[in-house]
DNA sequence: TTGTACGCGTTATCAT
DNA sequence: ATGATAACGCGTACAA
């Protein structure tokens, strides 16, 4: 049996609600009754529930994150950072695989205070409907009626290629994973190829080095064949860390340098956590930026029930070794 | 605001005990009655309030499973795997990524009926005292006073060994990650020196390529290595699913064919989901069985609060098109 | 400063 | 077959 506020108040000798009141740090208790009843709390190893209290209170100071199916791996970095920022503002973040539509019965069954869903899928707006609990968007299109956060991945690639061109470099090649209908890896390569100014098709093939995943293999393979077939590449572009990873250990096996053979700029949000040698030049919006404005929408989200309006991060540049003047 | 039982039955002219038990499908509410209450719950989309049935049930049909580092396909496919099974028996699963002891206390407050803790973490016992509710660990050496559930990782590459011996092979390579000071990776690694019977040096550098992760790009490098060095290896043994297919796509460059040049089998508990052109001979607890087992646990343990003991799952071997007799 | 009483939404028990 | 009511653990307005 789990221990409650009136066990306490019996051990202390007062009534439950100064309990209540102490461990709620309330003025209205003295403070050597405080920390008497907060020391047995403790000894007790009290743990307020939750379920009686979202009852009385309407809130339970939780969200929950929708994280169906796919794209596991590189959102987990995100929810991590997610929890930890919505901790500082005591809610606490559950976490539900389930499909979109019965994850969210289930969040407003324990009646969490708002949701986000990450990734793409059908019917957004009916799902938003069917809640009676905010709900934020991550990771798609913007859309009409659901708020919605997602990030500018064509202008950060185009960031790249700016800065490439400032750098004198002309001859830039862009390895990216064409492999599924995806709109997100899409958005990077059409970024690209406008600000590139490349449209005629024996260009692109030339440019452009499509890859069938985003693993680390994938930028290998791709890298690889570049260096066979191209040999007055100065820059490359990659839509991803793990690809430039590969990227990176092709290079190795040819022997070139970075950035003295060529230079290199990876689209990126986490920060770079393995030891590659080379601090590398990235652009993308950090997924500090991106936890921090997720965590800033659905309190507001919270506090005033209104829709909050979409919004769409603007990456930036970090420039870095891994670049440099032709 | 939520729509409660009290708005159903003012709109069905019946008393909210009523409601409650024509939805919960009593046997004390005539038919009729009983569908017009259903009917009017579902237009008014009427999700029951999980705080307030678990404060008085004294239990929220919920298992808490505790997930610190967001690792790799393998554990996620699991955990989806388990979120249906406990859904068959109607529980819901929600998961947290928050450190194990603060991860618990949440669980503890939100009253669910059993935690799942996955992974290695210190002081397993002193975290199992810190509950009031049952907690089943998995993927972790056997402990002494907490209900765990593990695998024979060991006996797995045995029984691929055994296997290929069967077959006729003598000359047979490990290729596995020996990267980190990892007890799961160590065991297959054991697993292989005992049952080939090897111990000295000479002879362990040259059938052991050790790789630096597990990811497929490391298992296509150490296969590239042990083609070049070793002609005579008959069959090769994998230790992860990625590395295998790492092997497989070096192999293909070499212009081997498995299993006409050499015979393959790979450790694995995930279903094979990706067209690899072969169906592999494997070893190791397929994912649905640690599921039901991790499933068949929990309950048990909701149901008899008493401690489970602890199981090692036996490894079985599925053997395909990879392999054959030399 | 502390204690009493009520209500949150639900289930279960008892009365009608 | 249906309705009234107590109880779950907590927070809070109000009484002492």
Known sequence: MSVTIKDI??????????????LR??????????????????QLGYQPNAAAR???????????????????????ILITKLNELLEEHSYTTLLSINKV?????????FQVDAIIVFGEHDNVQELSLASTVPILHYGVQTWKDAPTIDVNRQYAIKLAVTHLKELGHEHIAFIGDQSKENTLQRAK???????????????IEKL??????????????????????????????????DLT??????????????????????YDNIPQSEDLHIELTTVGVPISRIASEITKCVLTMIESKEPTHSVVLEPEININESTRKI
Do not use: C
Request: without cysteine; proline residues 4%.
């Open 245 to 266: 990873r590969g990227i990176l250990r092709a290079a190795n096996e040819f022997e070139y340098d970075v950035p003295k053979d060529f230079s290199l700029v990876s």
């Open 101 to 109: 539509n019965q994850a969210i019965a289930t969040f407003n069954r």
């Open 54 to 76: 979202s009852l009385v209170q309407k809130k339970s100071y939780t969200v929950g994150v929708i994280w169906p199916t796919v794209e596991r791996v590189a959102p987990s």
């Open 25 to 42: 740090n309330s003025p209205l208790v003295k403070n050597p009754t405080k920390i008497k009843i907060k020391e047995i709390a403790e």
């Open 189 to 203: 390569l059409i970024g690209f190829l406008e600000s590139m100014g490349i449209n005629e098709k024996s260009e």
């Open 208 to 241: 452009v080095i499509p890859t069938n995943g985003l693993e680390l293999h994938d930028g290998y393979m791709a890298a690889k064949q570049l260096f066979e077939r191209q040999r007055n590449i100065s820059a490359v572009i990659s839509g991803s860390y």
């Open 9 to 22: 108040a019996k051990k202390a000798g007062v009534s439950y609600s100064t309990v209540s009141k102490a």
